[in-house]
């Protein structure tokens, strides 16, 4: 999963906690982003980061907050976690730009109950 | 603002047939297109792109995928499937200016 990884890999969770899932790199690619993926929606991205500490939002950001301190780490953020939030979250990294391929890490099942 | 259509949810097709799954996309400028593979329980792997240049790309584990401009679409083909191929496909499209589109994805069973 080209140097990738994410954790956890599985997480439940209750409505209104606090969640933080963290993604690692060791390719030190330039950008990385968060995606959700849902039946019937693809994947759909969440923020993403064109460098440390510099990042945006994406499709669908809201109820979510992200971090990049170091090249290496990005992470995302649920501050009070819904059940609408529950996904699968993969994160990806890329180098160049918007022509560069993106890779994927293996994904973390988060489940809100 | 961008958006890939994958307009089969599921595609069957017998081994040693060759498969086509379709996608069509939509953006403002000039697309860069990709085509991915999820098999269950993993992240998504990447099997080729376009990014310009020859229509017909050739990608990884034999498939290959024709970009038509003027039907806006990037159907991804491979001549003989193997059931190992059995997996879900994701078409995405950026346009250099927004976010990575993605299909909703099409499920590949190929039936021994």
């Known amino acids: 999963d080209a140097g990738i990884t994410q954790s956890p890999r599985h997480k439940v969770t209750e409505t209104g906690t606090p969640v933080t899932l963290r993604c690692h790199q060791t390719?030190?690619?330039?950008?990385m982003y968060w995606y959700r993926q849902d039946p019937g929606h693809g994947l759909r991205l969440i923020h993403y980061?064109?460098?440390?500490?510099?990042?945006d939002k994406g499709e669908v950001s809201d109820g979510y907050s992200v971090s990049r301190s170091k090249t290496e780490d990005f992470l995302l953020t649920l501050e009070s976690a819904t059940s609408s939030q529950t996904s699968v979250y993969f994160c990806?990294?890329?180098?160049?730009?918007?022509?560069?391929?993106?890779?994927f890490g293996p994904g973390t099942r988060l489940t809100v109950l | 603002a961008q958006s890939v259509a994958q307009p089969e949810d599921q595609v069957n097709v017998a081994e040693g047939n060759p498969l086509t799954v379709k996608c069509t996309y939509s953006?403002?400028?000039?697309?860069?297109l990709f085509w991915y593979v999820q098999y269950p329980n993993r992240g998504l792997q990447f099997l080729l792109k376009?990014?310009?240049?020859?229509?017909l790309v050739k990608g990884s584990y034999g498939f290959e995928a024709e970009f038509n401009k003027s039907q806006t679409s990037f159907h991804l083909k491979k001549p003989s499937a193997l059931v190992s191929d059995s997996a879900l496909y994701f078409c995405?499209?950026?346009?250099?200016?927004?976010?990575?589109?993605f299909g909703a994805g099409t499920r590949l069973t190929v039936k021994p």
């Open positions: 990806a990294i890329s180098d160049l730009g918007a022509g560069d391929t993106q890779y």
């Open positions: 390719e030190n690619h330039r950008y």
């Open positions: 980061s064109y460098g440390v500490k510099d990042t």
């Open positions: 953006v403002s400028g000039n697309p860069y």
């Open positions: 376009y990014i310009t240049g020859d229509n």
């Open positions: 995405a499209v950026r346009d250099g200016l927004g976010d990575m589109r």
